[in-house]
T-cell receptor, first 113, second 114 residues
Framework: GAGVSQSPSNKVTEKGKDVELRCDPISGHTALYWYRQSLGQGLEFLIYFQGNSAPDKSGLPSDRFSAERTGGSVSTLTIQRTQQEDSAVYLC???????????FGQGTRLTVV | AQSVTQLGSHVSVSEGALVLLRCNYSSSVPPYLFWYVQYPNQGLQLLLKYTSAATLVKGINGFEAEFKKSETSFHLTKPSAHMSDAAEYFCAVSDSSSASKIIFGSGTRLSIRP
């Protein structure tokens, strides 16, 4: 597709389960970002991948959160042992080399019950 | 470290009135600055960006923003509000000297009164 694709669009999981969220960036975009948007809150930076450089993981809230990017394209955000406070919309974005702005996907709404 | 402060979590204006959404940034290097808009139940869309060219930047839907280095501000304005402008607006900053993450403010919800 032409835009950033995220799947699933909605995910309901039980407390304590692990979840994986997927992001397919726009073709050719070397930078990829994950953000978390909680109800009524702004966008909380989680992790940033740029090409082959080591990712900037400074925003990950705990060691239950991890992300990887395979082949410089698709990324997976994994949340282990989910807690109710993890409920939020997880947004992925990507950007093209030399372009400063990021293009966002529609997000994955995660609900932990 | 870079940061963004948006003054006012909620702004309400009358249709046809001036829209002013405030954003102040902190950056130790020349910044790139952005305004994004999020309509209800939709993703984020770039409204406009500042990348060290003209300090007055024009965006989509009649919005514009002015980069003022002396005030470390990048306020968003629109001369005449439309009902369709009701949305959440986010200011964001990144480091222009190297590829870096984009840091967002907490957002301002704009409501338009008929």
């Amino acid at each position: 597709g032409a835009g950033v694709s995220q799947s699933p669009s909605n995910k309901v999981t039980e407390k304590g389960k692990d979840v994986e969220l997927r992001c397919d960036p726009i073709s050719g975009h070397t930078a990829l970002y994950w953000y978390r948007q909680s109800l009524g809150q702004g966008l909380e930076f989680l992790i940033y991948f740029q090409g082959n450089s080591a990712p900037d993981k400074s925003g990950l809230p705990s060691d239950r959160f991890s992300a990887e990017r395979t082949g410089g394209s698709v990324s997976t955000l994994t949340i282990q042992r989910t807690q109710q406070e993890d409920s939020a919309v997880y947004l992925c974005a990507s950007s093209f080399p030399g372009w400063p702005e990021a293009f966002f996907g529609q997000g994955t709404r995660l609900t932990v019950v | 470290a870079q940061s963004v402060t948006q003054l006012g979590s909620h702004v309400s204006v009358s249709e046809g009135a001036l829209v002013l959404l405030r954003c102040n940034y902190s950056s130790s290097v020349p910044p790139y600055l952005f305004w994004y808009v999020q309509y209800p139940n939709q993703g984020l869309q770039l409204l406009l960006k500042y990348t060290s060219a003209a300090t007055l930047v024009k965006g989509i839907n009649g919005f514009e923003a002015e980069f003022k280095k002396s005030e470390t501000s990048f306020h968003l304005t629109k001369p005449s509000a439309h009902m369709s402008d009701a949305a959440e607006y986010f200011c964001a900053v990144s480091d222009s000297s190297s590829a870096s993450k984009i840091i967002f403010g907490s957002g301002t919800r704009l409501s338009i009164r008929p």
